[in-house]
């Protein structure tokens, strides 16, 4: 099964930074990947799928790359409502849905 | 627009069974690939398993085989998920979700149900 890795598990940040997430897939998945943002006691939201196509009515602050099985979500310049947990998804029919493991976004 | 409502949170013992249902509102439920996440305490998100429009086709993880059971009733736009044995372990929040299009992500959720398992 395709394994999926993100890196950091946590990050802290201030208002106003550039960050950027790593997901690491444990071989190549081309460009099928999708990006969540989830919120404390809430379901998760899809930010960006297929690496980059941002979703609508998400921020343009929120950005994607990446193929194969490096890819990175950036946020070009972190709001308070950014302050969140953040889960990148792979889909193949053989395992269904994988997760990585999240990576917690919070205030410095 | 779909939305999915959940119902309501569950308290069970170890041993038993929990039925959990998903009622969608919109045009597409008949058509639509639809799911099921867990998420345990402060943990990441679980895919379950996977139910086609007519329910005849399912997938399920492979560490719920045996265990679980999807099914869905097209006439009143519902989804359950049933699942047995439950232990401790089992506590989580569960999340039913629908595929999009081409299944690259899960696009509209539930708001959870929190299913605990104490004795």
């Known amino acids: 099964d395709i394994q999926m890795t993100q890196s950091p598990s946590t990050l802290s940040a201030s208002v106003g930074d550039r960050v950027t997430i790593t997901c690491r897939a444990s071989?190549?998945?081309?460009?099928?990947l999708t990006w969540y943002q989830q919120k404390p006691g809430k379901a998760p939201k899809v930010l960006i799928q297929?690496?980059?196509t941002l979703q609508s009515g998400v921020s343009s602050r929120f950005s994607g790359s990446g193929s194969g099985t490096e890819f990175t979500l950036t946020i070009s310049s972190l709001q308070p409502d950014d302050f969140a947990t953040y889960y990148c998804?792979?889909?193949?029919?053989?395992?269904?849905?994988?997760f990585g493991q999240g990576t917690k976004l919070e205030i410095k | 627009q779909v939305q999915l409502v959940q119902s309501g949170a569950e308290v069970k013992k170890p041993g038993a069974s929990v039925k959990l249902s998903c009622k969608a509102s919109g045009d597409t439920f008949s058509s639509d690939y639809m799911n099921w996440v867990r998420q345990a305490p402060g943990q990441g998100l679980e895919w379950m398993g996977m139910?086609?429009?007519?329910?005849?086709?399912?997938s399920y993880a492979q560490r719920f085989q045996g265990r679980v059971t999807m099914t869905r009733d097209t006439s009143t736009s519902t989804l359950y998920m049933e699942l047995s044995s439950l232990r401790s372990a089992d506590t989580a929040v569960y999340y039913c979700?629908?595929?999009?299009?081409?299944?690259?992500?899960?696009?509209?959720w539930g708001q959870g149900t929190l299913v605990t398992v104490s004795s």
């Open positions: 998804q792979h889909y193949n029919s053989y395992s269904g849905y994988t």
């Open positions: 139910i086609n429009p007519s329910g005849g086709r399912i």
């Open positions: 979700a629908r595929s999009n299009n081409d299944f690259s992500s899960l696009d509209y």
């Open positions: 071989e190549s998945i081309s460009y099928w």
């Open positions: 297929k690496a980059s």
